[in-house]
């Protein structure tokens, strides 16, 4: 595994250069370019960037999944989904074949069961045992969550599902999200963390304290953009 810390005063910027590179990169290489979208606030402006400045990817050849959701309806505020579609997905008109949605508007079990089955289907039609993402981007909550593997609940221990439905205690909600198996699998994982978040908590989970989740997220390559 190796992990690249960027810190930047653009962070917005680079992180959106950073992505749409990778895109380039993984569609010179295969054709295809497989993200999985992070969720609340801080990727909002940088979905908005690479909708200006990556309009012209060739978008239905990018799948793009969802690392966790909220348990809502996709129009509804919380939604992961609906922040997506205002940023990215409809500035940058991608088609929506491209885009594959969590029902949070489901039972949360049968989403989980629904996506995964969805995310198996397309890594056994590309010869794969677990679907590989070119591209996970995570954020870090506030208590080293990353996704929705919240410190303590049972996601976090998950070794098999590759998506659960995660019951989040602090929150009193349900959650869907990948697990340690789909995220690790990744070619690269890219944690998205502005200047908002506390410098101690980014310092202990970089110096690899277990007891946050984020600090278990072990793809080949890992990569840390982080707003100063
Ligand atoms: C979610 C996210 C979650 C998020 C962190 C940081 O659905 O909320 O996937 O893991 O990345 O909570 O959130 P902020 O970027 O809003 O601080």
């Known amino acids: 595994m190796s992990r690249e810390i960027i810190r930047t005063k653009k962070f917005v910027a680079d992180a959106a250069n950073f992505i749409v590179g990778l895109a380039h990169k993984a569609l010179a290489e295969r054709n295809e370019f497989r993200i999985a979208l992070s969720g609340g606030n801080t990727p909002r402006p940088v979905y908005s960037e ?3 400045i990556a309009h012209d990817l060739p978008w239905e050849r990018i799948l793009i999944t ?15 989904f609906r922040m997506a579609s205002e940023t990215l997905f409809v500035p940058a008109a991608i088609p ?3 885009i594959i949605r969590m029902r949070g508007e489901i039972e949360p079990q049968i989403a989980a069961q629904e996506y995964q089955d969805h995310v198996d289907l397309l890594a056994t039609q590309r010869g794969e045992a677990i679907y590989r993402h070119d591209l996970i981007l995570l954020g870090l909550g506030d208590d080293g969550h990353t996704a929705s593997l919240f410190p303590g609940t049972a996601a976090v221990q998950e070794t098999l599902r590759r998506v659960v439905a995660n019951f989040v205690p602090k929150l009193n909600t349900w959650r869907l999200t990948f697990t340690f198996p789909l995220i690790n699998h990744a070619r690269h994982g890219c ?7 506390q410098s101690e908590l980014i310092e202990r989970v970089l ?5 946050y989740p984020a600090a278990r997220v072990q793809c080949s390559e890992i990569t840390w953009i982080i707003g100063q």
């Open 50 to 52: 690479i909708a200006r």
């Open 96 to 98: 929506e074949k491209s």
């Open 66 to 80: 969802f690392g966790d959701e909220r348990c809502v309806p996709p129009d509804e505020a919380r939604s992961n």
């Open 191 to 197: 944690f998205l963390v502005n200047a908002s978040k």
């Open 207 to 211: 110096s690899g304290d277990t007891q």
